[in-house]
């Protein structure tokens, strides 16, 4: 992941290594979530920086992974270097860090680049996802709950969810039209969807509409389940695209799950 860092010329190296950073960041977090992040502004109790990777230490990610191992102490010094010479030089094109953290950016390349097999096999990201879940899967569950206690569920009406389900690894997708329409042109637009073992009702997966992962118009929730699970059943809540407030609907589509 940082062999573009060590093709740039020495001068930008620093530079090169916070571009990594965010390209890094960025490709972590283009994956559709299993649990999304959204609920914590409906359910109050929950920490407000949950799934939120921004510049701070102690929450980014990226930097936890290069802040350890035999890279760590010179990562976090030029890490410090980098902040504490922030800001473009006169000619307003050239970073400042880029020559004052010159000592530091050389000898962290190097470092790296013999260190790379113990630095792609760190994921922080799936250390925190895992620690994240069972605080997400909590709070969609109180939310769902009451989805489910004021409404009965419905066959979904036309063309179901795609479920993508691969037994050998017990993980797949779910895959939910962000509208619906009917026989006279009423359109529905999605608020939540989520996913439960038919059998356990253990939920699976499940996010708003703005933690849906968009992919050929469509919005996905990434699965994995047990050994024991043997069918699953996705479920979406519709409301009308105009009456908003009154007028919305539970949708339902169970699958088995092939070699199980």
């Not at 409404?151 to 993508?164: D, G, I, K, M, W």
């Not at 043997?230 to 919305?248: H, I, K, M, P």
């Amino acid at each position: 992941r940082f062999a573009a860092c060590r093709m740039i010329p020495s001068l930008a190296l620093s530079l090169g290594f916070r571009a990594a950073l965010k390209t890094e960041a960025l490709q972590q977090k283009s994956v559709p979530s299993k649990f999304g992040s959204s609920v914590r502004h409906i359910v109050t109790s929950l920490p407000n920086d949950i799934d939120e990777r921004g510049d701070d230490r102690e929450d980014c990610p990226v930097c936890k992974k290069y802040s350890q191992g035999p890279c760590g102490k010179l990562f976090v010094k030029w890490l410090s270097c980098t902040d504490k010479f922030s800001g473009q030089e006169a000619d307003g094109k050239t970073e400042i860090h880029i020559a004052k953290c010159r000592s530091l950016a050389e000898p962290l390349a190097k470092c790296l680049e013999k260190e790379a097999n113990y630095y792609e096999s760190l994921d922080v990201y799936a250390q925190e996802d895992k620690m994240m879940e069972g605080d997400l899967r909590e709070a969609w569950e109180k939310v769902i709950q009451e989805v489910e206690n004021s409404r009965t569920s419905f066959a979904f009406p036309s063309q179901p969810p795609l479920l993508e389900i691969k037994p050998q690894n017990r993980a797949g997708m779910a895959a939910f039209d962000y509208t619906l329409s009917n026989k006279n042109n009423e359109r529905k637009v999605i608020v939540l969807a989520y996913v439960r073992d038919s059998q356990t009702r253990e939920l699976i997966a499940a996010g708003s509409m703005d933690d849906l992962w968009e992919y050929d118009g469509k919005g996905i929730l990434r699965l994995s389940f047990g050994p024991e699970c043997r069918s699953v059943t996705a479920y979406a809540l519709y409301q009308d695209e105009v009456d908003r407030e009154n007028n919305d609907i539970l949708y339902r589509y169970e699958t088995n799950i092939s070699g199980s």
